[in-house]
């Protein structure tokens, strides 16, 4: 009787299939997907869950990877992430055109194939794009029910055979790669003495070219402590500076202001003369550094602004959004000042604003409903492309309007973790009626379309990233796993070898992978009808 209630059955799947999820074999396990299998089971024995759930998870889902995306996803196109992205591209297309191709060699149906797709690079959007353009009574589901296991063994036994295989020590390679680009864009602080005659005798506000290199200098050595530079600071010969910005960009400004200096023989009051001011007074959102002047205003410098959990250093053009935190040094009435007048407050950085939120995924529905003449087809981005490309862009922008970008990142977690859950138990539930008669019929079939669609794209991937894009080892290891969206992969990855440079090129290749599986789930359905 209690299991006749759609409500009760919903919670059920769901706490059993988190509990699935976090049974591990040979440290491998399936997180919150094994919510997906606990609902094949329901469905295959009559149960059903509240209708529409689903359709809200999916939108919560898809929306929060797009804000989570939305920051690292446009950086990619423009730094080191280039080869990242074509290797996202190369291996989510290959692994459509192998699915494409084994179903027509193995004749399966629309449905289970593109199911199969999705399970193969263990991705839930793309499960979501192919789900939704699909009849709802198709069997998607349990392509991606049986591809899914593929995906995930098959990237992690790939990773942890490839380096083997070739004999590449990754450590050793990561000693090699110590001054590439993961080390070059790391924050650093480095005091510099002052001995250009041309910078002498002038205002640290008139040297713009300090901000546009994205750094800033922060203090001043006086005896043997740094305190914050004053307002009007101006450049005397002998001084020394505390300069703060990406490695990388230190070096003209250190040749524009003089040299080096390696002492380290100083004292740093932190405590008191440093705070991190939340900003969400209209006096400083929206503005730029250049027309807030801190340094001239209140007498502080902004060393640095964290921002959907990345931090950089700001140049004059960076613009402050609404729940950025800022790292401002100076005297600590100066700071009170400051934090006053950017409407500081603590519990803003850690507030979801749900106006933004209800708006932006209703401005994602109303676009996903657009429908676009393509030729004789019409196209629309349906709810799994229109509320992502809104959030990637209120992500990146962090402010379209009235709609704001900086969603916490606890927030942001929950609201994945639980669309997530929501659409994988309504998905497998709906699926699960005919999982045994699918089965039965197609079982060897999807398991063999299923290996191939795991294993010829990373070869393929691979080979082009070594041979075409010239990508390190490291790079190629982490590139894989972001493109096949696999985070057990990355997890193989960290567990044999301390570097960094794997979960950077992951990093950068996941968002890109995400987004294009969306798109390429759409045009393979098309592609297989």
């Not at 001084?239 to 040749?255: C, D, K, T, W």
């Amino acid at each position: 009787m209690l299991l006749d209630n759609p409500l009760l059955v919903f919670f059920v799947v769901i706490a059993s299939g988190l509990l699935l999820g976090q049974a591990r074999v040979a440290g491998l396990s399936l997180g919150t997907s094994g919510i997906i299998f606990t609902a094949l089971a329901a469905g295959h024995f009559g149960y059903s869950v509240p209708v529409g759930v689903g359709t809200l998870g999916l939108v919560l889902f898809i929306y929060s990877i797009g804000l989570t995306a939305g920051p690292s996803f446009f950086r990619a196109f423009r730094r080191q992430g280039k080869p990242l992205v074509i290797l996202a591209l190369v291996l989510v297309a290959t692994g459509a055109a192998t699915t494409w191709s084994a179903a027509r060699l193995l004749h399966l149906p629309t449905d289970l194939a593109a199911g199969l797709f999705a399970g193969a690079m263990t991705s839930t959007p793309g499960l979501a794009a192919v789900l939704e353009s699909l009849p709802a009574s198709g069997q998607a589901a349990v392509g991606y029910g049986i591809g899914y296991p593929f995906g995930v063994i098959g990237v992690v036994l790939f990773i942890q055979l490839l380096p083997r295989l070739l004999r590449i020590d990754l450590d050793a390679l990561d000693e090699h790669l110590r001054a590439t680009e993961l080390s070059r864009h790391q924050i650093q602080r480095v005091l510099v003495e002052v001995q250009n005659p041309a910078v002498i005798g002038k205002r640290l506000v008139d040297l713009d070219m300090i901000a546009e290199a994205n750094c800033q200098i922060t203090r001043v050595l006086q005896g043997d402590r740094l305190v914050p530079v004053p307002q009007d600071f101006t450049l005397e010969p002998a001084q020394h500076l505390l300069l703060v910005g990406r490695a990388f960009r230190l070096e003209p400004i250190i040749s524009l202001l003089g040299r080096r200096n390696p002492r380290t023989d100083y004292i740093l009051d932190a405590e008191s003369q440093r705070m991190q001011v939340v900003a969400t007074s209209k006096h400083v959102v929206g503005k730029t550094l250049s027309e807030l002047r801190p340094l001239g205003q209140f007498g502080v410098t902004l060393s640095r602004i964290a921002r959907h959990d990345i931090e950089f250093v700001p140049d004059l053009d960076d613009v402050v959004q609404w729940g950025d935190a800022l790292t401002a040094v100076g005297d600590p009435e100066n700071l009170a000042r400051f934090a006053e007048y950017a409407g500081h407050r603590v519990q803003a950085f850690d507030q979801t604003d749900l106006i933004s939120l209800g708006l932006g995924i209703a401005a994602g529905a109303v676009l996903g409903s657009i429908s676009i003449g393509l030729g004789d087809q019409r196209f629309a981005l349906g709810l799994v492309g229109g509320p992502m490309f809104v959030a990637l862009l209120v992500g990146h922008f962090g402010r379209i309007g009235r709609i704001y970008g900086s969603v916490p990142r606890a927030s942001r977690l929950l609201m994945m973790e639980l669309g997530l859950a929501l659409f994988l138990a309504d998905a497998g539930v709906q699926a699960g009626g005919s999982l045994l008669a699918v089965v039965q019929t197609h079982g060897v079939r999807l398991s063999l379309a299923a290996i191939a669609a795991v294993l010829f794209p990373m070869i393929v991937g691979v080979g082009v990233a070594r041979f075409v894009l010239k990508m390190n080892f490291l790079q190629i290891l982490g590139g894989t796993c972001g493109g096949m969206t696999s985070t057990p992969g990355l997890g193989a990855i960290t567990a044999r070898t301390d570097s960094e440079i794997p979960v950077v090129s992951y990093a950068a290749a996941y968002p890109v992978a995400l987004i294009l599986m969306t798109v390429i789930g759409h045009a393979l359905v098309a592609l297989l009808e």
